[in-house]
Every structure is written in structure tokens, then in C-alpha cells.
């Protein structure tokens, strides 16, 4: 229904076939292993949902929700779930999760690796035909 605080946490972006990718290419270069971080571009949940909504004609979300409101209502789900058997989907912990910054440096794995992580709206637009959802604008 909104997002989480005022939207400024950063989270990375990485699209799975750019992981897999990253995964191949580290098996290639590193067989004894190694240590890389696959990320992707690094964005606001704010300007996440800006693009998204420019690529869908979809309006962004407008309600800022407070994080206290939001782990409230992550416990009451989380009972609500166990009171009829399912696993919680929404708990005070993941609430507390979404609310935190979550960037990623992939520098490393760029420059050992050739990793390569696509732009977020290539990325979203090509997510979005795959779904079969129509680009309404923003290309």
C-alpha cells in the first residue's frame, strides 16, 4: 500500500540471469573459489518504484508508512498466519529487513570477473515482457 519509512533505503538491483552469469564466470575463473559480490545498480525504494511506475503507467505508491505502524502490522499477520497454519508472510524482523539499506559494491567481480549487471530499467522492462505486462511508457 505505500512504501516503508520515506523510501530512501538503497537496495541492489541484480537480475538472476546476470548472477547466473556472474556464477559462471567465477567457476571459469576461480575453480578453487573466491569471494564476489553479484550485485547490481544500486537504487532508492523511491526511485525503484519511480521507474517502475514510468514503465507501467502505474501510479507509485504515496503513503509513507511508519516503520513502528509497519512492525505492528507485521506482528499481528505473523499471528494471524499461525492461527491458520500457514508460515508468516510478514513478520516484525522482515518489516525491520525492508527498512534497512541493502547496497551492493560489485567493483571486484568487475574487474577480476568482466561482470556485468544490466541497468535496472533494462532489467524491469525485460522482466515486465517476460510477465507478459505491457510497457505503457519510459522506454
Known amino acids: 500500500p505505500g512504501l516503508l ?16 552469469r556472474g556464477h559462471l564466470l567465477a567457476r571459469s575463473c576461480c575453480p578453487r573459489g573466491g569471494e564476489f559480490v553479484l550485485g547490481g545498480e544500486n537504487v532508492s525504494m523511491r526511485d525503484f518504484f519511480g521507474v517502475l511506475g514510468a514503465l507501467t503507467g502505474n501510479p507509485i505508491p504515496r503513503l509513507h508508512i511508519p516503520l513502528g505502524l509497519g512492525m505492528t502490522f507485521g506482528g499481528i499477520q505473523m499471528i494471524a498466519d499461525r492461527l ?4 508468516p508472510s510478514v513478520t516484525p524482523a522482515s518489516v525491520r529487513m525492508m527498512h534497512e539499506t541493502w547496497a551492493c559494491d560489485s567493483t571486484r567481480a568487475e574487474s577480476v570477473l568482466g561482470y556485468r549487471s544490466r541497468p535496472l ?16 511508457g519510459g522506454r
Not at 519509512?5 to 547466473?20: K, L, N, T
Not at 491458520?84 to 508460515?87: E, K, N, T, V
Not at 530499467?121 to 505503457?136: F, N, V, Y
Open 121 to 136: 530499467r533494462a532489467g524491469l522492462i525485460q522482466t515486465l515482457e517476460s510477465a507478459g505486462i505491457p510497457i505503457r
Open 5 to 20: 519509512g520515506e523510501g530512501r533505503q538503497i537496495w541492489s538491483y541484480a537480475f538472476i540471469d546476470d548472477v547466473a
Open 84 to 87: 491458520r497454519g500457514r508460515p
